[in-house]
């Protein structure tokens, strides 16, 4: 258990449809990040908010991603019309002077 | 733009060995998070550290901040140690997002 929670845990779609993730962070953290992750790199940087301001988005983040975080709790990512370039696992952090703790990220398969 | 690079990006070893992972970044940072990462995904944090050394059990991690390196060592490596790890900056004002390293894939055999 660490403290993050991510949902779902797997998501298949069909290219060209929508799909929303889901980070819950932990309660006291102020800072969550999204990342992005494929298959042999390490994470990138999507998205930043710090209580409930979007603070920073990366040039990753195209206009088919949107990502809110209402009234500073969970956080969700949207992504329209998918494509297949977007198969990735979607890791959310949340960030304290003490560190960071990641959920265990949601895996999208677009086909 | 910083730069994290990992060092080295595959490591196969023995059972009881001791191992090494390096990181060197390029711009100054704020602090380095090591992190290890397990098929399927989740990430657990190892160690953050701004200087100096840190030691947990059989890891130990140091950072020299005036080269911009860092260091990963497990000693009496064992095959539950195999995983792929992470080092990650931190940017010192701002967002504080982390900058990653690709990673080092570590397999340990029985």
């Known amino acids: 258990d660490t403290g993050v929670s991510q949902n779902p845990r797997h998501k298949i779609t069909k290219r060209g449809q929508n799909v929303t993730f889901r980070c819950d962070p932990i309660?006291?953290?102020?800072?969550l990040y999204w990342y992005r992750q494929t298959l042999g790199q390490g994470p990138e940087f999507l998205t930043y908010?710090?209580?409930?301001?979007?603070?920073?988005k990366s040039r990753l983040l195209s206009d088919r991603f949107s990502a809110e975080r209402p009234k500073g709790s969970f956080s969700t990512l949207e992504i329209q019309r998918t494509e297949q370039g977007d198969s990735a696992m979607y890791l959310c952090?949340?960030?304290?002077?003490?560190?960071?703790?990641f959920g265990s990220g949601t895996r999208l398969t677009v086909v | 733009k910083n730069e994290v690079e990992q060092s080295p990006q595959n490591l196969t070893a023995q059972e009881g060995e001791f191992i090494t992972i390096n990181c060197s970044y390029s711009v100054g940072i704020s602090a380095l998070h090591w992190l290890q990462q397990h098929p399927g995904g989740g990430i657990v944090s190892l160690f953050m550290?701004?200087?100096g050394k840190k030691k947990h059990g059989r890891l130990i991690a140091t950072i020299n901040i005036q080269e911009k390196h860092s260091s990963l060592h497990i000693t009496a490596s064992h095959p539950r140690d195999s995983a792929v790890y992470i080092c990650?900056?931190?940017?010192?004002?701002?967002?504080?997002?982390?900058?990653f390293g690709k990673g080092t894939k570590l397999s340990v055999i029985p």
């Open positions: 952090c949340t960030g304290a002077v003490v560190g960071y703790t």
């Open positions: 309660s006291e953290h102020n800072r």
């Open positions: 550290l701004s200087s």
């Open positions: 990650a900056s931190i940017a010192g004002a701002g967002s504080y997002q982390l900058t």
């Open positions: 908010f710090q209580n409930e301001a979007q603070l920073e």
